[in-house]
């Protein structure tokens, strides 16, 4: 195939005068340099450029996001301290509670703690939300009640949550 195709050339080329492969020479050379020019260098070129404009507003952006991170660092240092009590945790627990689609019987205060109980919820579901609050709300089980029902997973449960500050 290659040596025919050499072949094919070499006949080709033989029966040109000396005029007409100077002008196929240098056709070929000048239309390899426009494809050059168009496929490479030029795009290059303008992407160059493009990125020479955008840059300063990329690098505004940059610190503009990189002062925002810091902020949001320093604010959720200081939420991080911030835990409700009283009837605010015991709204925030009801809420928490709707939010993971457990319906307690009663939430109620006992203490300086919030008191729930349950009956007939899923035991991964309930550890799933007493994880959850225990992040976000800061709080701690100080007392739990857990009765197993005879359906698998399902449980009763009494359970007392406390400010972790509290002892």
């Known amino acids: 195939m290659k040596a025919e195709l050499a072949q094919t050339w070499?006949?080709?080329w033989d029966q040109?005068?000396?005029r007409e492969k100077a002008l196929l020479t240098w056709g070929g050379a000048a239309l390899a340099v426009a494809i050059a020019w168009s496929v490479l260098w030029a795009p290059a070129q303008e992407g160059r450029a493009h990125l020479r404009e955008?840059?300063?507003?990329l690098q505004r952006q940059l610190a503009?996001?990189?002062?925002?991170a810091n902020e949001a660092r320093s604010l959720s240092a200081a939420a991080q301290g911030?835990?409700?009590?009283?009837?605010?945790?015991?709204?925030?627990l009801s809420a928490s509670l709707g939010?993971?689609?457990?319906?307690?019987?009663?939430?109620?205060?006992?203490?300086?703690?919030?008191?729930?109980?349950m009956k007939n919820v899923a035991f991964p579901a309930w550890t799933t939300w007493v994880d959850d609050v225990r992040k976000q709300f800061k709080v701690q089980v100080a007392e739990a009640h857990i009765t197993a029902l005879k359906d698998d997973g399902q449980v009763d449960l009494t359970v007392a949550l406390q400010p972790s500050t509290a002892k």
């Open 10 to 12: 070499a006949g080709f």
């Open 16 to 18: 040109r005068t000396d």
């Open 54 to 57: 955008s840059l300063p507003s």
């Open 64 to 68: 503009q996001m990189t002062s925002q």
């Open 82 to 92: 911030v835990a409700p009590t009283g009837a605010a945790l015991k709204d925030a």
């Open 99 to 117: 939010e993971h689609g457990l319906a307690a019987t009663q939430v109620q205060f006992v203490g300086n703690a919030v008191q729930v109980q």
